[in-house]
């Protein structure tokens, strides 16, 4: 592998940390995600900054994040899911290394998240729908970005991780 970066992108619930945690094993690559960071140095949960700032101000410090966190190399980076929205994001996506695009059927998405109490998108009275709506606004931005786009199966996020590193190789040999 070389130093360049590996970025995931994708919706919520299709499992770019945890796929990122294991690529990142597999590559002895560096690994950051970004909510995760951005929690961190916040101290408050992403639930609590879309509560006090609002989605748009939740975006902000997201985007102000990627540009930091992407000027890094050899590091594997979980980005949240709305990074994509943003035309700037979207160009910083670009440059920064290679994106691999996680793709799910909705029903699975929704299977994941709907316990989960720290997805504010999905606090609403019909997470299909939002998680619908959302899907189709974002997918055309995700393909728009990827280099690469893998569909999550039912196989081990460690087998999924291998299968990405493995066509990383042979795209990074073209």
Do not use: W
């Not at 996680?102 to 606090?123: F, G």
């Not at 939002?130 to 728009?144: I, K, S």
């Not at 291998?162 to 042979?170: A, C, G, L, M, P």
């Amino acid at each position: 592998m070389t130093d360049r970066n590996v970025i995931l992108v994708g919706p919520m619930g299709v499992g770019k940390t945890t796929v990122g945690r294991a690529l990142a094993k597999i590559a002895s690559m560096d690994f950051v995600d970004c909510d995760i960071e951005l929690e961190r140095r916040t101290g408050v949960d992403v639930t609590t900054i879309f509560e006090i700032e609002g989605e748009a101000g939740f975006r902000r410090r997201e985007s102000e994040m990627l540009r930091e966190i992407a000027a890094r190399s050899a590091t594997v980076i979980a980005t949240g899911g709305g990074v994509v929205l943003g035309e700037e994001n979207r160009n910083v996506l670009r440059q920064s290394g290679l994106v691999i695009y996680l793709t799910a059927p909705v029903k699975k998405l929704l299977r994941r998240t709907r316990n989960s109490k720290t997805r504010p998108l999905l606090q609403t009275a019909d997470p299909a729908a939002t998680l619908g709506a959302l899907m189709e606004t974002r997918d055309p931005l995700y393909r728009e970005v990827a280099d690469l786009v893998f569909r999550v199966d039912d196989r081990s996020p460690q087998s999924l991780a291998r299968r990405i590193y493995e066509s990383i190789s042979q795209h990074e040999n073209v």
